[in-house]
């Protein structure tokens, strides 16, 4: 069978190391990678040349709605049908913005901004790409997330912004999900967490975590993909870490 996978955030971090992994494996036929920079990064073009037609990619900016319905058109021109849609763009710190420590650090413009690409984003994704996944055959749709922005599972504080927009994300998800069980019987919509990964996002932020606790993005994308390939039907809704064991919300 034909099977079509796309990856959000795509070209870097954990993303870029998904695509590397579904390449990698034949039962993939096809592999978009989509982000702001999907059409032109060296690292998408290396892999352009190893694995030609089978790696495609898309521009899409996750904090634009017309920018992700024009790409959820884009694809459906060349692919009528997802089987696996991963979702890693996601923010935490850049120009502007970093994770806030105390109360008197938080801004209403970070809030948003967080919001915007962490949350509503993802949603956008689900609303616009969720056509291409209601189909007769199992589709997995996943968004990272963080155990940060589980309610239950925070003893620490900070980082206001990051947080409250995953914890925003895994609702909307779980909204979803229950909506799309009733729709799109086959379709199975989960939140994920990495773990603590090798990458721009954590760049920053990993000085004190223990060598063995701090993952590699390949390590990461091979943990992701094993939990996704075992989720059923009865997983969908619901938040899983790299580890298979679910994080409550
Ligand atoms: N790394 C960790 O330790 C960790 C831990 C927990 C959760 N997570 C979550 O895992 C996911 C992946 O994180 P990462 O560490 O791989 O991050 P990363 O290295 O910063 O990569 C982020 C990816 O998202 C894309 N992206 C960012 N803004 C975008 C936008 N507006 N539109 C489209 N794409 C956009 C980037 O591509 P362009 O710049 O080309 O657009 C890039 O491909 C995120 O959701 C993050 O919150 C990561």
Redesign the pocket.
């Known amino acids: 069978m034909n099977q079509h996978a796309l990856v959000?955030?795509?070209?870097?971090?954990?993303?870029?190391a998904l695509v590397e992994a579904l390449l990698a494996d034949p039962q993939w036929v096809c592999v978009t990678a989509a982000?702001?920079?999907?059409v032109e990064?060296p690292e998408l073009a290396a892999l352009k040349v190893s694995h030609g037609e089978r790696l495609q990619s898309l521009s899409?900016?996750?904090?634009s709605d017309a920018s992700i319905e024009q790409a959820a058109s884009a694809l459906r021109a060349r692919h009528p049908a997802l089987h696996l849609l991963i979702n890693?763009?996601?923010?935490?710190h850049g120009e502007g913005l970093s994770p806030e420590r105390r109360l008197a650090d938080v801004q209403a413009e970070q809030l948003l901004r967080s919001y915007a690409?962490?949350a509503v984003?993802p949603i956008l994704i689900a609303k616009y790409f969720q056509p291409l996944l209601s189909h007769d055959a199992r589709a997995v749709l996943a968004t990272?997330?963080?155990?940060v922005g589980s309610i239950g599972d925070n003893r620490l504080g900070g980082w206001y912004a990051y947080r409250a927009a995953?914890a925003a994300q895994n609702q909307l998800m779980h909204t979803a999900a229950i909506e799309l069980a009733r729709r799109a019987p086959r379709l199975i919509c989960v939140s994920l967490?990495?773990?603590?990964?090798e990458?721009?996002?954590?760049e920053p932020f990993r000085g004190n975590v223990a060598a063995d606790k701090l993952f590699t993005?390949a390590f990461a994308a091979e943990r992701l993909l094993a939990v996704i390939a075992g989720l059923s039907r009865e997983s969908s809704g619901r938040f899983y870490a790299w580890d298979g064991r679910e994080v409550p919300w």
């Open positions: 959000v955030g795509g070209s870097r971090g954990i993303g870029l982000s702001r920079s999907a990064t899409l900016d996750v904090g890693s763009a996601g923010l935490l690409i962490n984003g990272l997330s963080a155990r995953k967490h990495p773990g603590t990964v990458t721009d996002l954590s993005p």
